[in-house]
């Protein structure tokens, strides 16, 4: 979208979401290696790797679709 | 004693783990970095209190309806699931679709062609001052008080799901929406609304997948609704998953309503007010960049809308199949609020309704995914606050202090009241927090006083737009009649609990259904006294009515575009699945 400036939203939004998926995957793996004490409900699917995956996946979609760099030019083109 | 109090002593659902922490702490860091980025953005009065009038069609639309998605709204809602089953989910199909798609493809080019600066702004140039002032007036109050009971409950539940101190939660989440709004004004709003949104589904769509894996599908859940609804000797078990079958008479559901108050008083009323005509969510349109867009974005909002059941009705009933006692097998069994924060409640560990969604979340996420999900929640509650305080700021500076104190206020002026009106608007909302604190009966009185207003609000704007006959007469005082009278027989009712006979035509008729059916006579009153003075009265020239009635305004050529790209198209597409889901679910 236009914003007037180089950072568009769906830039922030790919940040917000591949950092979360970063971190949430980073603790899944972690947790397949030292598996936690307390466990919640179908744990064994492992929905923070999966999860995690597809956010950062998205984000960084969102990242360089809509990156700086690719605004300032379309914003050029036009 | 105040429930908040007693919480204190209570355990809390969840624990949070450093990687939930650094989540929460990130998302704080985001959205106050995008207040400063957008600031040099917000210089003039279009800028700040219309974002610039340049928005596409997805960020307002996406916006729109997240304004209205806060975490309220999804806890509150995920329990009325639970306590009402399906039926719940009335309120983001029949509640929300037709009005949506009626704003877009009816209203908005009215809207959008004047180019009023919110709805009291309407409501000057058909009718004039009188009804401008008391619209602008209600809606103020109202908006800069749900914000702060909106504040209060975000407190709460930190203090339930996290044992946060209050304090903290009120005073962090004040100062950093007051700090976004401030610096980038509308568009910072709008920002954080669409984060907000993708948020909500990160954090909550989860719940949902993993919950109809462990119920065996949608089938499976059903039966273990039945079954479980059965074995508590429930009234009814079997109408909790089925939409409008069991709508025929009031005592064969658990809302103990009939159609006539889903279709009339929710669909045709309550609806209808609230998305075309509650500034909160026709702002974010308004900031859209040409008509196109403007009629495009509530559809945009309808189609997610539509999906919004999965992440907010479907963990209510899930949590009705699926929550157990891990230790005994025994089926645990949600109460009401005032039940499950009383001392025997407390020490029996009880839960109340709303509590189902962060109990759905603990069930299911760990670390990582959990600090996702109480970020979600957090993200609601403070959009939704921004909103409050966004369209509280606009109609300040427009509607009360542009018309009524000083009409001659420069641009430049508004912006800096705007800032300041942000930053004031926050503190009285901090100060009706804690107000809140000490009365929680306020929320429900102040929650239905906003209704009172809405309602008849949809009767005088409806009239004003396809009416040229209604005059500035009829206009105000239909809407003073509709909402006075809605007012009274909420009294009428507080009175004589008797009196739910007549408001509400059933004695079966609990909270939802009383307020349908009271939506749907206050607006009746408001018609019916504005065409009555109307006829009484002068009416305006043709000539003074240009672009605010249908007939007298031309409507701007939208440009060829393919049918793709066309809001018609998409409306109909949102409309036969909207009528497909309805008997799907029937």
Redesign the interface.
């Known amino acids: 979208?236009?914003?007037?400036?180089h950072?568009s939203?769906w830039f922030?939004?790919g940040?917000?979401?591949g950092?979360?998926g970063a971190?949430?995957v980073?603790?899944?793996i972690y947790?397949a290696i030292y598996p936690?004490v307390e466990?919640?409900?179908?744990?064994q699917?492992h929905?923070?790797i999966w999860?995690?995956a597809v956010?950062l996946i998205l984000g960084l979609l969102f990242c360089v679709r809509f990156s700086p760099a690719r605004e300032r030019a379309r914003l050029e083109g036009k | 004693m105040n429930p908040a109090l007693l919480m204190l002593s209570s355990s809390t659902l969840v624990h949070l783990s450093p990687?939930d922490l650094?989540?929460i702490v990130?998302?704080f860091a985001?959205v106050l970095g995008?207040g400063l980025?957008?600031k040099?953005?917000a210089n003039t009065g279009e800028d700040f209190f219309m974002a610039?009038r340049?928005?596409?069609a997805?960020?307002a639309g996406l916006a729109f309806l997240s304004a209205n998605l806060g975490s309220l709204e999804l806890m509150g809602w995920a329990g009325n699931s639970y306590k009402y089953g399906i039926l719940a989910a009335h309120w983001y199909w029949i509640g929300a679709i037709p009005s949506m798609l009626f704003l877009a493809l009816v209203m908005m080019p009215f809207y959008y062609v004047c180019k009023t600066h919110s709805v009291p702004g309407y409501l000057k140039l058909r009718f004039g001052v009188g009804a401008q002032a008391i619209s602008s007036i209600s809606f103020a109050v109202m908006t800069v008080l749900m914000s702060g009971i909106n504040m209060y409950a975000m407190a709460v539940v930190m203090k339930v799901v996290l044992g946060w101190n209050m304090h903290f939660s009120i005073w962090v989440s004040a100062g950093t929406v007051a700090v976004y709004v401030a610096l980038g004004g509308l568009?910072s709003a709008?920002?954080n609304e669409?984060?907000q949104f993708?948020?909500i589904w990160?954090g909550a769509l989860?719940i949902p997948i993993?919950g109809l894996?462990?119920a065996g599908g949608w089938n499976g859940l059903q039966a273990k609704i039945l079954q479980n609804l059965t074995e508590l000797h429930m009234a009814n078990p079997g109408s909790y998953t089925h939409l409008w079958s069991t709508l025929g008479n009031f005592n064969d559901n658990p809302m103990g309503i009939n159609w006539a108050g889903i279709v009339f008083g929710l669909g045709a009323v309550i609806a209808m007010g609230y998305w075309t005509t509650d500034f909160l969510v026709v702002q974010r349109v308004l900031a859209a960049?040409d008509l196109r867009s403007a009629e495009l974005a509530p559809i945009i909002g309808a189609a997610f809308k539509m999906c919004v059941p999965f992440i907010v009705i479907l963990p209510g009933l899930l949590g009705l199949a699926l929550l157990r006692d891990p230790h005994t097998g025994q089926l645990i069994r949600l109460v009401p609020a005032d039940v499950a924060w009383s001392p025997a409640g407390q020490a029996q560990g009880l839960h109340g309704y709303d509590e189902v969604l962060p109990l759905m979340l603990?069930?299911?996420?760990?670390?990582?995914?959990l600090?996702?999900g109480i970020?979600a929640l957090i993200a609601g509650f403070m959009s939704g606050m921004a909103g409050n305080v966004s369209a509280f700021t606009t109609v300040w500076t427009y509607d009360i202090y542009g018309t009524l104190i000083n009409k001659n206020a420069t641009d430049d002026f508004k912006v800096k009241m705007g800032r300041w009106v942000t930053v004031i608007g926050v503190i009285v909302s901090i100060f009706t927090a804690y107000i809140a604190a000490g009365k929680p009966s306020i929320m429900d009185y102040v929650q239905s006083l906003f209704s009172f207003f809405i309602a008849p609000l949809f009767g005088t704007v409806l009239l004003g737009m396809l009416w040229k006959r209604a005059t500035p007469a009829g206009g105000w005082t239909g809407l003073l009649a509709g909402t006075l009278s809605s007012v009274g027989m909420y009294a009428w009712v507080k009175l004589d609990p008797n009196a739910v006979r007549y408001v509400a035509l059933s004695m079966d008729a609990q909270d939802q259904a009383q307020n349908m059916f009271r939506a749907l006579w206050c607006c009746l009153i408001c018609i019916i006294v504005t065409v009555v003075v109307s006829m009484l009265t002068k009416p305006k020239p043709d000539s003074e009515l240009k672009d605010v009635v249908y007939g007298l305004t031309p409507i701007p050529k939208v440009e060829h575009v393919s049918i793709f790209h066309s809001p018609i198209f998409w409306g109909v597409v949102v409309a036969v699945i909207f009528i497909v889901l309805q008997i799907i679910f029937w």
């Open positions: 979208m236009k914003t007037g400036s950072l939203i922030f939004t940040i917000c979401l950092v979360n971190f949430i980073a603790q899944g947790e936690p466990k919640v409900v179908l744990s699917l929905a923070n999860w995690g956010l | 990687v650094v989540i990130f998302y985001l995008i980025y957008l040099e953005q610039g340049e928005m596409t997805w960020v568009r709008i920002f669409v984060l993708f948020l990160a989860l993993l894996i462990e960049k603990a069930r299911y996420c760990g670390p990582g995914l600090g996702l970020t």
